[in-house]
């Protein structure tokens, strides 16, 4: 099973970038398709983005559009949630995870990481 740790989280102002980095562990893990959700203070978790198991395919949140790019590492055992353009409302926890196919849905999901904390001040 592959285990995920994230990283890249902070403090930014509002018009400025991050860059989230997903880390995997296990031999499995190029068979997993991944998904990028966060989570605000009180709100469900939501969607962000998802990448497809050959990073052919990606998928955004209406929210993030054109404002986040996520990739796969060359090494293929790296995701990355490429963050620009930053909102306060982007403000939450970040967290990847792994499936068997990309997907919007939490459930569908069997394994996340940590999360990192995403700050955006105005």
């Known amino acids: 099973q592959v285990q995920l740790v994230e990283s890249g989280g902070g403090l930014v102002q509002a018009g400025g970038s991050l860059r989230l980095s997903c880390a995997a562990s296990?031999?499995?893990?190029?068979?997993?398709?991944m998904g990028w959700f966060r989570q605000a203070p009180g709100k469900e978790r939501e969607f962000v983005a998802a990448i497809s198991r050959n990073g052919d395919s990606t998928y955004y949140a209406d929210s993030v559009k054109g404002r986040f790019t996520v990739s796969r590492g060359s090494a293929k055992n790296t995701v990355y949630l490429q963050m620009n353009s930053l909102k306060p409302e982007d403000t939450a926890v970040y967290y990847c995870?792994?499936?068997?196919?990309?997907?919007?849905?939490?459930?569908?999901?069997?394994?996340w990481g940590q999360g990192t904390q995403v700050t955006v001040s105005s």
């Open positions: 995870a792994a499936a068997f196919s990309p997907s919007i849905r939490v459930s569908d999901y069997a394994t």
């Open positions: 296990g031999r499995t893990f190029s068979t997993y398709a």
